[in-house]
């Protein structure tokens, strides 16, 4: 499948649309979609729609998991990068970080970012944990819009999700806390960001549910 772009225009913003077309087009019987591009492609907005369960249309019971590759020039790196990403018998899979590096920070950096490590789980701060749902928000302040918003969409637990982050003060990651949980307009009473259980999710309906997490 081909598809001409206008040469003037961001190239970022067309990957999704065409995602969503194959998806739409194809009916693919594949159940997961592995998305390659360069850096250029990657942007937060890219990574985050890739980084989630979709359901294939509106005629399919089919979910399609949709992950993503970045490519990295190794040649770019910093001459210790180089050494780190080259040593023998390295593994993003068993190895992610390097052995000077606090692993809690990093895996903070890469889930406010929008990148994943094989066998780490969560986008935009939202994870399972044993079948639950949870809210552990790290986006920095820009990645909220003019209004403090940031939302995503995305499948857990055979679930359709809308999860909406309030940041109406405008503070950055570190400063903020979790202050209420809505979902799907009740207050839930919660002190670990916890959304629900794993009981709760399969008694829900087939519908999408909001999620709206105010920060404080």
Same mark, same amino acid.
């Given at each position: 499948m081909r598809q001409i772009c206008p040469g003037n225009r961001n190239e970022q913003i067309s990957l999704r649309p065409l995602e969503n077309k194959i998806i739409k087009d194809f009916c693919l019987d594949t159940s997961t979609i592995t998305v390659c591009t360069d850096a250029g492609l990657a942007s937060f907005d890219n990574r985050a729609f890739n980084a989630q369960v979709k359901n294939?249309?509106?005629?399919?019971?089919?979910? =399609?998991?949709?992950?993503? =590759?970045?490519?990295?020039? =190794?040649?770019?790196?910093?001459?210790?990068?180089?050494?780190?990403?080259?040593? /023998?018998?390295?593994?993003?899979?068993?190895? /992610?970080?390097?052995?000077?590096?606090?692993?809690?920070?990093?895996?903070?950096?890469?889930?406010?970012?929008?990148?994943?490590?094989?066998?780490?789980?969560?986008?935009?701060? =939202?994870?399972?944990?044993?079948?639950?749902?949870?809210?552990? /928000?790290?986006?920095?302040?820009?990645?909220?819009?003019?209004?403090?918003?940031?939302?995503?969409?995305?499948?857990?637990?055979?679930?359709?999700?809308r999860i909406l982050y309030k940041n109406v003060s405008g503070k950055e990651y570190g400063e903020y806390t979790i202050g209420s949980i809505y979902l799907d307009g009740n207050l839930l009473k919660q002190t670990t960001g916890q959304i629900a259980d794993i009981e709760e999710i399969h008694a829900l309906d087939d519908s999408i549910h909001e999620v709206i997490i105010e920060l404080q």
């Open positions: 294939a249309g509106k005629d399919s019971n089919k979910n =399609i998991k949709l992950q993503y =590759i970045t490519i990295q020039p =190794i040649k770019t790196l910093a001459k210790n990068e180089q050494d780190w990403a080259l040593a /023998p018998g390295r593994s993003f899979v068993s190895n /992610p970080i390097k052995a000077d590096e606090n692993q809690e920070l990093v895996m903070a950096q890469l889930d406010r970012e929008g990148w994943k490590c094989d066998g780490y789980e969560g986008v935009f701060g =939202i994870k399972g944990k044993l079948g639950a749902l949870f809210a552990e /928000p790290k986006l920095m302040r820009e990645q909220f819009d003019k209004e403090g918003n940031a939302e995503i969409t995305l499948w857990f637990q055979g679930k359709h999700w």
